[in-house]
């Protein structure tokens, strides 16, 4: 684990070798296993392969070479609504499976209404569904690596565009969290270093 943490690389050039149907599945699924705020599971991935939606996304980002060149594109999309949408099936799965007892599902609906109302209130909405996107990415990129494939976290697109490319214009219900290539590397990049961990791992409080 360790060492496919610390081999992944963000990688820009991309072989258009295809990634198996099989394989791209079991990477999503992989993703999905993510864990979630009350597990309500606020993100989908939208898988983008055919030629059509790789153009928008290329557009989308300005031209940058991931989407032109990598066999698949996920769109990790946050689900802000997610709270207000019948999610009685986790409830009914985590009861089912035993890992949740009766009392703490019957009272989940209502707790996470009631965090969400709060959190929207105060804006927050967006931001906490994004979360549940991102951690869900940071788990494809790992198994990805594992699997020898690369990938990349893309920032640098527009929203809108990024949205109409995969049939969600106009919902703002709906917010793009991360892009992110999946394919063969078409390029060795080195490790871009990080900062020295006394700057940024603290023990205790914030700073020392
Ligand atoms: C949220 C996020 C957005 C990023 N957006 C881009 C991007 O738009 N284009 C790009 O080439 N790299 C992008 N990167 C990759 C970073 O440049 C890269 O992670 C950083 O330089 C460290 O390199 P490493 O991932 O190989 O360790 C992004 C990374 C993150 C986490």
Same mark, same amino acid.
């Given at each position: 684990?360790?060492?496919?943490?610390? $081999?992944?690389? #963000?990688?820009?050039?991309?072989?258009?070798?295809?990634?198996?149907?099989? /394989?791209?599945?079991?990477?999503?699924?992989?993703?999905?296993?993510?864990?979630?705020?009350f597990?309500?599971?606020?993100? $989908?991935?939208?898988?983008?392969?055919?030629? +059509?939606?790789?153009?928008?996304?290329? +557009?989308?980002?300005?031209?940058?070479?991931?989407?032109? +060149?990598?066999?698949?594109?996920?769109?990790?999309?946050?689900? #802000? !609504?997610?709270?207000? +949408?019948? @999610?009685?099936?986790?409830?009914?799965v985590?009861?089912?499976?035993?890992?949740?007892?009766? @009392?703490?599902?019957?009272?989940?609906?209502?707790?996470?209404?009631?965090?969400?109302?709060?959190?929207?209130?105060?804006?927050?909405?967006?931001?906490? %569904?994004?979360?549940?996107?991102?951690?869900?990415?940071?788990?494809?990129?790992? %198994?990805?690596? %594992?699997?020898?494939?690369a990938?990349?976290?893309?920032?640098?697109?527009?929203?809108?565009?990024?949205?109409?490319?995969?049939?969600?214009? !106009?919902?703002?219900?709906?917010h793009?969290? /991360?892009?992110?290539? /999946?394919?063969?590397?078409?390029?060795?990049?080195?490790?871009?270093?990080?900062?020295?961990?006394?700057?940024?791992?603290?023990?205790?409080?914030?700073?020392r």
């Amino acid at each position: 684990m360790a060492r496919v943490i610390r $081999s992944r690389r #963000s990688i820009r050039h991309y072989r258009p070798d295809p990634v198996a149907a099989p /394989l791209l599945r079991e990477l999503t699924d992989l993703a999905l296993e993510a864990p979630s705020s009350f597990n309500l599971q606020a993100r $989908s991935i939208v898988t983008v392969t055919g030629e +059509e939606g790789l153009r928008a996304l290329t +557009e989308a980002t300005g031209g940058q070479p991931h989407p032109q +060149e990598a066999p698949v594109m996920l769109v990790f999309v946050a689900e #802000s !609504g997610a709270w207000r +949408e019948d @999610r009685g099936d986790v409830w009914d799965v985590a009861r089912g499976r035993g890992a949740w007892s009766e @009392r703490f599902a019957a009272a989940s609906p209502d707790d996470a209404r009631l965090f969400h109302e709060d959190l929207r209130s105060r804006g927050l909405d967006r931001e906490y %569904a994004v979360k549940d996107a991102m951690i869900a990415a940071s788990f494809l990129m790992i %198994a990805a690596e %594992a699997a020898g494939l690369a990938t990349s976290p893309m920032n640098g697109w527009s929203e809108d565009e990024v949205k109409k490319a995969i049939g969600v214009a !106009g919902r703002d219900d709906l917010h793009i969290a /991360l892009l992110m290539p /999946l394919g063969h590397p078409a390029e060795d990049r080195l490790h871009p270093g990080r900062r020295d961990r006394a700057l940024s791992c603290f023990s205790e409080t914030y700073g020392r």
